[in-house]
């Protein structure tokens, strides 16, 4: 359901997402965060290293409601984080989804 624009090369803003309900949703449905394309690595662009924005995706989910076929991460107040392999799988509470490429959390610091 969720994934950053393919040109979202510097700068991905926080999403908030506020008494959202979700019928019907697999896990590995929830969303996608790429990694950041080597091609990325150019004047244009970056310089000689791709951007990093796709590491830095943080999507806060509050007051959430699931109905039907839910995730296993289903909570009313969670988050979904890009898989940075710099601080991800150090952040207590999150999950690493390969599918997803993203780990989601419950950890209210992230907000």
């Not at 999403?15 to 979700?22: C, E, G, R, S, W």
């Not at 924005?53 to 979904?80: C, E, H, M, W």
Request: charged share 15%; glycine share 4%.
């Amino acid at each position: 359901m969720f994934t950053i624009s393919k040109t979202a090369a510097d700068y991905v803003p926080i999403m908030n997402f506020y008494d959202t309900k979700f019928t019907n949703v697999e896990g590995d449905a929830m969303a996608y965060i790429y990694d950041p394309p080597q091609g990325w690595a150019n004047l244009k662009d970056c310089n000689e290293f791709p951007c990093t924005a796709p590491l830095n995706v943080l999507l806060n989910f509050k007051r959430t409601t699931f109905s039907g076929i839910q995730p296993s991460y289903a909570a009313t107040d969670y988050q979904v984080i890009s898989n940075n392999p710099g601080f991800s799988k150090y952040v207590p509470g999150c999950i690493f989804h390969e599918k997803m490429n993203a780990w989601t959390c419950q950890a209210p610091r992230l907000s």
